[in-house]
């Protein structure tokens, strides 16, 4: 079988107590979900099928995870983590998980907010060490709540930032684009680069809206990019050091990272392209503005995260986040997208018995995809993540029927 212009011989592989087998097309990789062995009891196997899955959303692998109360009920994985290698998905299989990387953002800023060291509606200039301005608006306050909720009026500039499907004129590689390896330019330097006027990065026109803050409404990849870069200010620690200290380590979350350096290469899923060739590798690669959407966890330590969030910002005896806080950021906050919280987004799913109210986020990159959502009232949550683009209809299509498995229909 060729896949991406590679044959691949056709084989079993045995992994974590599941057979994975590939063979007839490319889009038959075949694989049962795989359970994943928690220390007491092993987390059953999801009923749902991933391997007829990954032909409808045309992607080379899937893993999932079904979360109840406080809890992983199950866990599922088909596909193929690396065509070239031969090697199959499992749950404990990283992926790039793109913008659904910024709800992790949200979440080390708004521990510093806990803290007092800023409200909400403070102009973020009182905090940086150069200022940021809107130019349409130059003498106007962008606050943190408007960096949070996408309504600073900044502007996510093609010639530099990665954005499928969010840019406003389709998907392109960012200049910036690191081959193999992690961005060498400090977010310090990309960032003041990008806003301030004699930064490298800087432009007038594609870097802001015709806008002032608080005026519109729209996606800005930039607008967390700063809201990370703040957290690095504000607590004197760079921001992926962070992250590791105050949410992943406590979480035990050990393999998720920000960075490619120190990664284990055999646990990470290889992002992927479609071409009339087949499925063909895009490479791993690392951008500077990395609090958007370069965090690469596995669905059994990312549903720790969204088990937090589930259970009011508690989880394994550690306070990610109070109550209070977990609440502020999963309520409506702009007029001018009411779905909006703060990162975090709501929208109604189909589901068994009518529309379920769920909180969460999307991501896409260049061959990634993820959702991770939950429903407060059911407490049911579900995680989703490829290594391909898939077709965003059939993902939700799933997402709904893994929520209907969460709650035993």
Not at 151 to 171: H, L, W
Not at 206 to 216: D, I, K, L, T, Y
Not at 225 to 243: K, R
Request: charge should be negative.
């Amino acid at each position: 079988m060729r896949i991406g212009g590679i044959r691949i011989a056709v084989a079993a592989v045995c992994c974590a107590g599941a057979v994975y087998a590939a063979a007839g097309s490319e889009q038959a990789f075949l694989a049962a979900g795989s359970a994943f062995a928690a220390p007491a009891t092993p987390v059953p196997t999801c009923k749902a099928d991933l391997a007829h899955q990954l032909e409808i959303l045309d992607v080379p692998g899937l893993s999932a995870a079904v979360i109840k109360d406080d809890r992983v009920v199950c866990t599922a994985a088909a596909g193929m983590a690396d065509i070239e290698r031969n090697r199959p998905v499992t749950p404990d299989t990283l992926f790039l998980i793109a913008s659904v990387s910024k709800t992790v953002t949200a979440t080390a800023l708004m521990q510093l907010h806990e803290q007092g060291k800023f409200r909400l509606d403070d102009d973020i200039n009182r905090y940086l060490p150069f200022k940021v301005r809107i130019p349409a608006a130059p003498t106007a306050p962008i606050t943190f709540r408007q960096l949070l909720t996408h309504t600073a009026s900044i502007r996510d500039n093609e010639t530099y930032i990665d954005c499928p499907g969010s840019c406003d004129y389709g998907a392109t590689f960012g200049s910036l684009m690191t081959r193999g390896a992690d961005s060498p330019i400090p977010l310090a330097d990309f960032t003041k680069g990008y806003f301030t006027p004699d930064g490298d990065y800087y432009d007038e026109d594609e870097n802001f809206r015709s806008h002032g803050p608080g005026a519109v409404s729209r996606y800005s990849n930039m607008g967390i990019v700063l809201a990370g870069y703040l957290t690095e200010v504000i607590s004197g620690i760079p921001f992926d050091q962070y992250c590791n200290d105050h949410i992943f380590k406590p979480l035990g979350m050990a393999k998720t990272s920000w960075r490619l350096a120190g990664i284990d290469q055999s646990t990470l899923a290889m992002p992927y392209d479609k071409s009339s060739a087949g499925f063909v590798p895009y490479g791993h690669y690392g951008e500077p503005n990395y609090p958007d959407g370069m965090l690469r966890t596995s669905v059994t330590e990312l549903a720790q995260f969204l088990v937090a969030y589930m259970q009011g910002g508690r989880h394994n005896g550690h306070q990610l986040l109070r109550s209070a806080t977990v609440r502020e950021m999963l309520k409506s906050q702009t007029p001018l997208e009411p779905t909006q919280g703060l990162v975090w987004s709501t929208r109604s799913l189909a589901r068994w018995s009518g529309p379920a109210k769920v909180w969460g986020h999307d991501g896409s990159d260049f061959g990634a995809g993820a959702k991770m959502w939950f429903d407060p009232t059911r407490k049911a949550g579900v995680i989703l993540m490829t290594n391909g683009v898939w077709k965003n209809d059939q993902a939700r299509a799933l997402l709904a029927s893994l929520f209907e498995e969460a709650n035993g229909d």
